[in-house]
Nanobody, 113 residues
């Protein structure tokens, strides 16, 4: 099973991006989500969503980020709005089953004018 992320890129301050991450293979995924890591900083949580649709956001993204998922497609989405320079980072897709965790390869998001 692999996680394939897409949708990163360069966006101007105040702009929006939508990231997608699809899990290949037939697998039951409990939690999907996104983390990010900026240069020189630790990886941090951006958003998580359970199979039932419960979500978890840290305070610094609340109101700007929406996570959603399509269980039939084993795909998770991250809609990011009002982006600023501090959101520049590599964004990693994450998936969790009963006894396993999986990380995607990361997609770069750069917020710059």
């Amino acid at each position: 099973v692999q996680l394939q992320a897409s949708g990163g890129g360069l966006v101007q301050p105040g702009g929006s991006l939508r990231l997608s991450c699809a899990a290949s293979g037939s697998i039951s995924i409990n939690v999907m989500g996104w983390y990010r890591q900026a240069p020189g900083k630790q990886r941090e949580l951006v958003a998580l969503i359970t199979r039932g649709g419960s979500t978890n956001y840290p305070d610094f993204v609340k109101g700007r980020v929406t996570i959603s998922r399509d269980n039939a497609k084993n795909t998770v989405y991250l809609q990011m709005n009002s982006l600023n320079a501090e959101d520049t980072a590599v964004y990693y897709c994450y998936a969790e089953g009963t006894i396993w965790q999986l990380w995607g390869q990361g997609t770069q998001v750069t917020v710059s004018s």
